[in-house]
């Protein structure tokens, strides 16, 4: 069972990713920590992760922002699971990240038992029911 409410700003990644809401994050088995985590498995061979142009951890400082790699992550994920990384990063300049964080929350918890929606299966990850 995944912990209620994880979401957090540490758990925001380089590329826009709300590391709660992702399937590796919420299994119970090989867990990854979220990409900023000693314990992270996704980012550790990432190139998003990687840029020396990303600082502070989520803001883009680069003049090919956003650049091919984030542009492919983001359309995968705006046509497989109907979420946008760009989206994300814009709503955290413009907002800030405290602000994106509370709308992650309203928006990735379950309205049936407040676990955390997955967002690569569209489910609770605690109850399983369908978002």
């Given at each position: 069972?995944?912990?209620k409410?994880?979401?957090?700003?540490?758990?925001?990644?380089?590329?826009?990713?709300?590391?709660?809401?992702?399937?590796?994050?919420?299994?119970?088995k090989?867990r990854?920590?979220?990409?900023?985590?000693?314990?992270?498995k996704?980012?550790?061979?990432?190139?998003?992760?990687?840029?020396?142009?990303?600082?502070?951890?989520?803001?883009?400082?680069?003049d090919?922002?956003?650049?091919?790699?984030?542009?492919?992550?983001?359309?995968?994920?705006?046509?497989?699971?109907?979420m946008?990384?760009?989206?994300?990063?814009?709503?955290?300049?413009?907002?800030?990240?405290?602000?994106?964080?509370?709308?992650e929350?309203?928006?990735?918890?379950?309205?049936?038992?407040g676990?955390t929606?997955?967002?690569?299966?569209?489910?609770?990850?605690?109850?399983?029911?369908?978002?």
């Amino acid at each position: 069972m995944a912990a209620k409410n994880p979401f957090k700003t540490i758990l925001i990644a380089p590329c826009g990713m709300d590391c709660a809401i992702c399937m590796a994050f919420l299994r119970e088995k090989n867990r990854c920590g979220g990409c900023h985590a000693p314990d992270r498995k996704c980012s550790k061979n990432c190139t998003i992760f990687a840029c020396e142009q990303v600082q502070g951890r989520y803001h883009h400082t680069c003049d090919k922002y956003p650049c091919s790699r984030l542009k492919q992550l983001d359309k995968r994920y705006r046509t497989k699971y109907g979420m946008s990384m760009i989206d994300n990063l814009e709503a955290i300049r413009k907002d800030g990240i405290r602000e994106f964080v509370r709308t992650e929350r309203e928006r990735w918890t379950c309205t049936a038992c407040g676990g955390t929606i997955d967002v690569h299966h569209g489910k609770c990850s605690d109850c399983g029911r369908v978002r």
